[in-house]
């Protein structure tokens, strides 16, 4: 099965900035909404964020709007999400994942119709 991979997840201090990348080497990203998703302990999965393939929206859950930013690089094949001002409560490991093109419908929730789910990388705010 075709997974993406993630990276970048370290142990940072709170107000501290860190960038994530969702990468594919054997299907080509820009065709596919990608999301942003994590998973705390004890929690359920929940949508962080999303891009849209065909229109280019962006979307972000309400706790990390103004903080973090999702963006393509297609020459890279690359997706990156770029968070400021890191907060304790955005502990959590972080995955990627592959939505249809026509949309990011049901990213918010935890995104089950998402596909080529990575292993995710380890987000550790210290405060």
């Known amino acids: 099965q075709v997974q993406l991979v993630e990276s970048g997840g370290v142990l940072v201090q709170a107000g501290d900035s860190l960038g994530l990348s969702c990468a594919a080497s054997e299907f080509t990203l820009d065709y596919y909404s990608i999301g942003w998703f994590r998973q705390a302990p004890g929690e359920e999965r929940e949508g962080v964020s999303c891009?849209?393939?065909?229109?280019?929206?962006?979307y972000y859950r309400d706790s990390v709007k103004g903080r973090f930013t999702i963006s393509r690089d297609n020459a890279t094949n690359t997706v990156y999400l770029q968070m400021n001002s890191l907060k304790p409560e955005d502990t959590a490991v972080y995955y990627c994942a592959a939505g249809p093109p026509w949309g990011c419908g049901g990213w918010y929730t935890g995104g089950a119709d998402f596909g080529s789910w990575g292993q995710g990388t380890q987000v550790t705010v210290d405060s």
């Open positions: 891009i849209s393939s065909t229109s280019g929206l962006t």
